[in-house]
């Protein structure tokens, strides 16, 4: 077995004998923690319900296919795979449905194909914004998000132009 087996419970140990050491009350503590827990569970479960059946919506409707159709031509200045472009799209919405749609991806076109190493890129260099602003900013509280979401889907468009380029550059 490796060291990491015993992480946790070491950490636990450290935890409680740093308590006894420092006379707190661990379980009151833990307690308090946990019920913390529970109000910003109930404060996020709505936004976190919305964003799931917006995504769904979203993938059930048809409008992906129809996107991937419009934005095919512009793909090609920036020697991106017209394949890729739903996992683009998907990426800012949802892990799950960007992971999903990337390992169908790498099981078609094969994980060392120009499409299967562009997908891998876009997977581990861009994020879930969409998701992140939903539920982290319901979680403090934030309203207005319009800046974060700019820049945050900004940021988006330029990782995934920048994944076309460096994939082509590098494997092309």
């Not at 740093?18 to 827990?37: L, Q, S, W, Y």
């Not at 919506?57 to 472009?85: H, Q």
């Not at 992140?132 to 800046?147: E, H, L, Q, V, W």
């Not at 380029?165 to 590098?170: N, P, Q, Y």
Request: proline content about 3%; charged content about 10%; overall charge negative.
């Amino acid at each position: 077995m490796g060291v990491g087996v015993y992480i946790v419970p070491i950490f636990l140990l450290v935890a409680f004998a740093m308590a006894f050491i420092n006379r707190t009350a661990a379980f009151d503590d833990f307690v308090d923690g946990a019920k913390e827990g529970i109000i910003s569970v109930k404060e996020i479960i709505p936004n976190l319900v919305g964003m799931i059946v917006g995504t769904k919506v979203f993938l059930a409707s048809g409008i992906l296919d129809t996107l991937a159709g419009m934005l095919a031509p512009v793909l090609g200045i920036f020697n991106i795979e017209a394949a890729t472009l739903p996992l683009m799209i998907l990426r800012p919405l949802s892990g799950a449905a960007s992971l999903s749609f990337a390992s169908e991806l790498i099981q078609i076109h094969g994980p060392d194909s120009l499409v299967g190493r562009l997908a891998s890129v876009i997977q581990g260099s861009s994020d879930t914004t969409l998701y992140i602003i939903t539920i982290y900013f319901a979680a403090i509280g934030i309203r207005n998000m319009r800046y974060a979401l700019n820049l945050g889907l900004l940021v988006d468009v330029v990782s995934l132009v920048l994944a076309g380029v460096f994939v082509s550059m590098f494997f092309g």
